[in-house]
């Protein structure tokens, strides 16, 4: 599904967050270069600021400090919400939930399509279908997402991430609260979409990381 697959870079970067009055780095000083078609997983403890280095990569965040390139170019949302040009380059999954409950998959798979840009609906269908086929998903279109379990849930978050084909993948803890077997069947679409180009770079807490690279 990949294209062409651009060098993410990250300068120096620093971001900040305030709490009870108090200022804290959730990263400092980061200086990272992630190439076309890796597979990175970002392990570390709790409150380490991982979810918070996925946020800026994505361009869901702006650094404090530094910067955060996507083939050179500043991916820092204007203002705080990401370019159509970062929507297609960067499928991003969060950590917490973000389907619509009261719509369905297909419309919520539809609505990520038009924010990436995509605006014919024969288009944008086709690639609904695509991306649900590859997680394996396809038939629960016109479900709503209550009417799914977690794993089927996260299945359907990464469809939703793919569905502007994308050449960057950002997962934040996309197996959090799954069976070891739907983890390595993610793991497996994961490894097979990267063969085919695409850049992964995903969260995981356990032990995958190490036995799956």
């Known amino acids: ?51 918070t280095l ?18 050179g170019s500043d991916v820092a949302p204007l203002p705080l919400i990401p370019s ?3 929507r297609r380059a960067v499928g991003y999954v969060a950590q917490e939930p973000r389907l619509i409950h009261r719509r369905t998959i297909y419309d919520n798979l539809y609505m990520a399509a038009q924010a990436g840009g995509l605006n014919r609906e024969k288009d944008a ?5 695509k991306a649900l086929s590859i997680v394996g998903m396809r038939g629960v279109e016109r479900q709503f997402p209550g009417e799914l379990s977690i794993g089927q849930s996260r299945r359907v978050e ?17 197996t959090a609260n799954l069976d070891e077997d739907n983890i390595w069947d993610m793991l497996h679409v994961l490894s097979e979409l990267n063969r085919m180009g695409t850049t992964v770079v995903i969260q995981h807490e356990g032990g995958y990381a190490t036995q799956y690279s």
């Open 54 to 71: 996925l946020k800026l990569i994505a361009g869901q965040v702006r650094a404090d400090a530094g910067v955060v390139l996507l083939d």
């Open 1 to 51: 599904m990949a294209g062409n697959m651009p060098t993410i870079e990250l300068k120096k970067v620093t971001k900040r967050y305030r709490f009870e009055r108090r200022q804290y780095e959730a990263v400092s000083q980061i200086d990272l270069t992630i190439r076309q078609g890796e597979f990175l997983f970002v392990v570390g403890s709790s409150g380490a600021g991982k979810s």
């Open 158 to 174: 990464l469809a939703r991430a793919l569905v502007n084909s994308p050449p960057i993948l950002v997962l934040d803890e996309l």
């Open 125 to 129: 269908m086709e690639r609904i279908y």
């Open 84 to 86: 159509v040009r970062i």
